[in-house]
């Protein structure tokens, strides 16, 4: 099992970005996905997931409510993070990784794809 997040990048505060996570080497429907991000010198948190199949169930850390939306494309074996009205405390590296079930908790996750950065300038 393969996951790949991509999308992230440099942008000033209140932009927008979309961040990507493909996978390979599993039935993607199968799998529940989170996204988590991890700032310098703090600890890695939850930040959205999405149930398996059709994604009809999705949880959002407080910090990013209404700003972030996660989705999925069974079709293309992509998850999907829109990250609008970004702001400085948004910076971290993202990581994706996939479950059995939907889940908050990071150690149920089985499988992790490499981080992408994140930066936002005030």
Not at 1 to 27: F, Y
Not at 28 to 40: L, T, V
Request: hydrophobic share 35%; net charge positive.
């Amino acid at each position: 099992v393969q996951l790949q997040a991509s999308g992230g990048g440099l942008l000033q505060a209140g932009g927008s970005l979309r961040l990507s996570c493909a996978a390979s080497g599993v039935t993607f429907r199968d799998y529940a996905i989170g996204w988590f991000r991890q700032a310098p010198g703090k600890e890695r948190e939850g930040v959205a997931c999405i149930s398996r199949n059709g994604g009809g169930v999705a949880h959002y850390a407080d910090s990013v409510q209404g700003r972030f939306t996660i989705s999925r494309d069974n079709a293309k074996n992509t998850g999907y993070l829109q990250m609008d009205r970004l702001k400085p405390e948004d910076t971290a590296v993202y990581y994706c990784a996939a479950a059995r079930s939907i889940t908050r908790s990071s150690s149920n996750y089985d499988h992790w794809g490499q981080g992408t950065l994140v930066t936002v300038s005030s």
